[in-house]
């Protein structure tokens, strides 16, 4: 029998083999698309509207030629250096602007190809007038919305989960986000993925060779038991991965926070309180909204979706029938619902309180009332007591102190949306909530930040099953069920099959990135 060490080696090298053959590995290579297209492209890659400074791009083989038309730059440029031209129109030599130039020579570019940079005054006219004379140059064209980002991808500047950290980062409106999409985009997603990919693979290579050489005994029985183990120890990494609740997606979408409640307990009011502005309609008239009503929010660095609802009752009206089944739906899908309680409708006595709230909570919301799992509420239910202002101070202290006493009720915060009294102490305990709902974004393993990937994943995972259920019978199916394994982990990080994603991906591009 050979020594294991050499059995590994020739296993990497029939792999090698085997991979040149199937055409489902084949994709398993990284994408090698003509790094230089022939066309260069640019763009406006700072903001639009008038601003100090505006940024203009240039990337393809035309690039020197276009500084040498623009700037005057007739001798070797030195990269990354910013110089201040003249920029001239190519063909009549009017002096449009003098700005800063910067020329970067390919590879050692953020795409990979020869590229330069044009800083110029950001008025509207000087923009208008660069842009028309770079796209009166020969060979030179306005570029598509993230086609500098999908050329970088192209020379293998970026995987494709670092360019959707990358977009993600140009989306990012609040801290948690950019924290988040920024070590995405440094590759911390995709390291992890193409470990993931690198240990798969040498468990290919191991089942091949023993599919091989093992009648021949020339390789350890022992190597397909260190596969399985290698096997089941990427299982439990890969669904503690997808075990995340969602909080990487969430944070990246926003959490859905939705306030419910009876009629003209002030959810309206509160939704005007939380965004500061009279985005929905207040009145005395219980059922005055209908429509939900929805805006986004910053709460401590995380971004929040809030929706107001109509206020649930029976109602013969049908127009508000609608707005209540709305309501409850929108309550269904919510990963947080704020049930607002008109608090001048609490029992005097404060020890009846705990019993009253548990029982309006299975009126308001049966899906999350205490016989489908208190639990279950607490997590996902937070008590807004209302209009506080209009309770004598002695009985809402009273009040408090019983439902602290409470345990099995969802956390509940006395509020006045008219006096603001009471605001920072919601606002806290709703700060925690989003926080623990989106998880740290800089602690623990980067989180799966989208809906792509765990479906990727979760197909990934059922592959490996398919590795298991044919281990004894026929290692041939076992050894596809790896490979099947490997190719849905291809697909996330673009090794496999990127071209029908890329066109989604880049569709939420701006022009000029
Ligand atoms: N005193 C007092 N009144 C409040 C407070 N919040 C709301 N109100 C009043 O309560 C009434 C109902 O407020 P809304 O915000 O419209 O209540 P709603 O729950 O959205 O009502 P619907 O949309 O009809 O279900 C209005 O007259 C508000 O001015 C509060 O904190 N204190
Ligand atoms: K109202
Ligand atoms: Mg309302």
Same mark, same amino acid.
């Given at each position: ?171 990012? !409106?609040? =801290?948690?986000? #950019? /924290?988040?999409?920024? &070590?995405?985009?440094?590759?911390? $997603?995709?390291?992890?993925?193409? @470990? ?123 127009? !508000?029938? =609608?707005?209540? #089944? /709305?309501?409850?739906? &929108?309550?269904?899908?919510?990963? $947080?619902?704020?049930?607002?309680? @008109? ?171």
């Amino acid at each position: 029998m050979l020594p294991c060490t050499c059995g590994l080696w020739r296993s990497a090298f029939h792999t090698l083999k085997t991979f040149r053959a199937s055409p489902s590995a084949r994709g398993l290579c990284i994408p090698t698309r003509a790094v230089c297209d022939a066309e260069t492209i640019f763009a406006l890659s700072s903001g639009h509207g008038r601003c100090g400074v505006a940024v203009v791009r240039v990337s393809g083989p035309a690039s020197s030629m276009v500084l040498r038309n623009m700037a005057g730059l007739t001798q070797a440029l030195p990269p990354r250096t910013a110089l201040l031209r003249r920029i001239t129109d190519p063909q009549s030599k009017e002096l449009l602007d003098r700005g800063l130039v910067l020329w970067f020579k390919g590879p050692h570019s953020f795409t990979g190809e020869d590229s330069a940079e044009f800083h110029i005054h950001g008025g509207p006219a000087v923009i208008t007038a660069v842009l028309q004379a770079l796209g009166s140059l020969e060979g030179v064209r306005p570029a598509e919305a993230g086609e500098f980002t999908r050329r970088a991808f192209h020379a293998g500047k970026l995987g494709l989960t670092e360019v959707e950290g990358l977009g993600d980062l140009i989306h990012a !409106e609040t =801290e948690a986000q #950019r /924290r988040q999409a920024l &070590r995405q985009m440094d590759g911390e $997603l995709g390291r992890l993925y193409q @470990d993931w990919s690198y240990r798969l693979k040498r468990c290919l290579a191991h089942v091949e060779a023993f599919i091989d050489f093992s009648e021949d005994e020339l390789i350890e029985d022992g190597v397909l038991n260190q596969v399985d183990s290698s096997v089941c120890q990427l299982e439990t990494e890969i669904e503690r991965h997808l075990k995340d609740e969602r909080r990487g997606e969430r944070l990246r979408t926003g959490v859905q926070v939705v306030i419910a409640g009876a009629t003209n307990a002030g959810k309206s009011s509160l939704l005007n309180t939380l965004c500061q502005r009279p985005a929905a309609i207040v009145s005395p008239i219980a059922g005055t909204t209908r429509d939900i009503v929805e805006t986004s929010l910053d709460i401590g660095g995380f971004p929040v979706l809030l929706s107001d609802t109509a206020g649930l009752r029976d109602s013969s009206d049908s127009v !508000e029938r =609608e707005g209540v #089944r /709305r309501a409850r739906q &929108r309550v269904e899908q919510a990963d $947080l619902t704020l049930v607002v309680v @008109d608090s001048t409708q609490l029992p005097p006595d404060p020890q009846l309180v705990p019993a009253f709230l548990q029982e309006h909570l299975s009126t308001v919301l049966p899906s999350l009332s205490p016989e489908a799992g208190m639990k279950a509420a607490s997590d996902r239910v937070l008590l807004v007591l209302n209009k506080s202002d209009l309770v004598p101070e002695e009985q809402r202290e009273r009040t408090e102190g019983e439902l602290r006493e409470s345990p099995g009720l969802p956390p509940a915060c006395f509020l006045s949306c008219y006096t603001s009294t009471g605001l920072e102490d919601f606002l806290t305990v709703l700060q925690s909530r989003v926080k623990t709902l989106c998880g740290d974004p800089l602690s623990g393993a980067p989180s799966l930040t989208q809906a792509r990937h765990r479906a990727h994943l979760q197909q990934s995972v059922q592959a490996l099953n398919q590795y298991h259920q044919y281990r004894d019978q026929d290692l041939a199916l076992a050894a596809e069920g790896v490979r099947l394994a490997l190719t849905h982990l291809g697909r996330i990080t673009g090794r496999v099959g990127a071209e029908e994603i890329l066109d989604i991906i880049f569709r939420d591009f701006c022009i000029g990135k």
